[in-house]
Every structure is written in C-alpha cells, then in structure tokens.
C-alpha cells in the first residue's frame, strides 16, 4: 500500500487535474476556514497517518469535502493526504463500499506510518448520509443536490473535521490488529 498512497496526487496536485467542476473545486478550497479548536485537537492525536481519498472530479460531495480534509490535514505534521481516482483504484474502492454496495465518494481511509489500514470514513458527514439515504432519496437528483449544498454551506466543514478528528482518534486508540 505504501507505493500506492507515495505514487497518489497530493491534494494541491490532483487539483491541477480537476477538469469538472474545476471553479468550485477551487473556489471551496480557497473559502475553507477551520472550525475553531479543531487544529490543537488534531495535534493531540498521537501516531503518523497517512490519508488516502478516493475520488472523481464529477462528484458533488467530493467537492465540499476533500478541500476542508486538505485544509485540516495542512495544519497538522503528522497527518498527510493523497488521492487517488476511484474508476482506477476500483480494488481499493470494493473494499470500502457504502452500506456494502455502493462505490460512493469520497472515501477518505487512515494508514499507520507502517501503511496499515486503521479504519475509513465516507462518503459524507453522518448527519447528511442518514438524510440521504431516507429523506434524500425520496427526492429527485436536481433537489436532493441542491439541499445537499445547503447543508454544506451551513455547516461550513464542521461536521467534516468533527468526523475525520474522529477517524484518527479511533484509529490511535485501536491495535493495528482490529482494523478493519
């Protein structure tokens, strides 16, 4: 996995292949402000990781969620992010699908310094995916998205950083052994 996660774009780099969507790629990136508190508690989760997404240019919760990982993940010395495209990493992609089905993105996955898989999160904050997955698709896409932008908007990454501070929390507390 190591040469996998070492051959990866970096996040600033796989924004230069953004082709969909390329202004609001950027334009989410630009406007990511960290929930206050959140950088001092990522510096005390103990342990390198490493960070690997999977992800398309195309997608809508890829877009508001990878730049605020970035951002997160910028200000801490122990924690870096790849990314990878998931139609060329579908191996990695069948090993982590939503409600053992789905291959949907991003999925962002936590390695120990010695590239050992130590849990995943994805593809969106739980509040949201729980209304997705009931509510949401009840709903035609065209709605469905555009309340799944107003979440975002409102939330301004909280959720996100919440949920990945918890993914490495978790990850420092478990054995290499139980991961999954």
Known sequence: MRDRFESALTFPEYLETVRKNKELWRGVHERVRLPAGTVTEGHSVPGTWHLLALSEDWCGDAVNILPVVSRFVDELPNVDL????????LD??????TNGRSRSIPIVIAYDDDFRERGWWGPRPSELQEWV????????PGPRYARTRRFYARDKGNAIVAEILDLLRAAAASPASAAT
Do not use: F, P, S, Y
Request: no cysteine.
């Open 133 to 140: 997955m009931t509510e949401g698709m009840k709903m035609e």
């Open 82 to 89: 790849r990314v990878l495209a998931r139609d060329e990493n």
């Open 92 to 97: 990695i992609m069948d090993a982590h699908l």
